[in-house]
């Protein structure tokens, strides 16, 4: 799993992740986001951009979930988007949908946060 810094600003950051989201992936960049955002990584509104990610499985599914309860604990919101159909897939048998803040793109994203 690669994370990379996209944009950030005052009330929103964006996240690209790339790759497959393995267990082993987590394992060796599970606090990535703090380390690209610092202490605010989760207390504003964040963009998780899925377009480069081409597997995701539980560990991965854990992962995104331990960030959403981290940013709604600290008073933000994450947003998943562009999400590939094979992920895209994953989510829905999980019925993630219903849990995940999820946009079609970068723009709709943005648009959920006010800020479009």
């Known amino acids: 799993m690669q994370c990379d810094l996209v944009t950030t600003g005052d009330a ?10 393995t ?10 986001l703090r380390q690209l955002l610092g ?3 989760h207390a504003g509104m964040l963009l998780v951009d899925l377009s480069g990610t081409s597997f995701l499985d539980s560990s991965g599914i854990g992962w995104l979930l331990d960030q959403h309860r981290k940013c ?5 919101l994450l947003i998943l988007h562009s999400i590939p159909p094979m992920v895209s ?8 949908q219903q849990v995940f803040r999820i946009a079609a793109d970068a723009g709709s994203a943005r648009a959920m946060t006010g800020a479009a």
């Open 89 to 96: 897939r994953v989510l829905q048998l999980m019925n993630l």
């Open 12 to 21: 929103s950051s964006e996240v690209r992740l790339s790759g497959r989201i």
């Open 72 to 76: 709604t604990k600290a008073g933000g």
């Open 23 to 32: 267990s082993d992936a987590v394992a060796e960049k599970a606090d990535r």
């Open 39 to 41: 202490d605010r990584a």
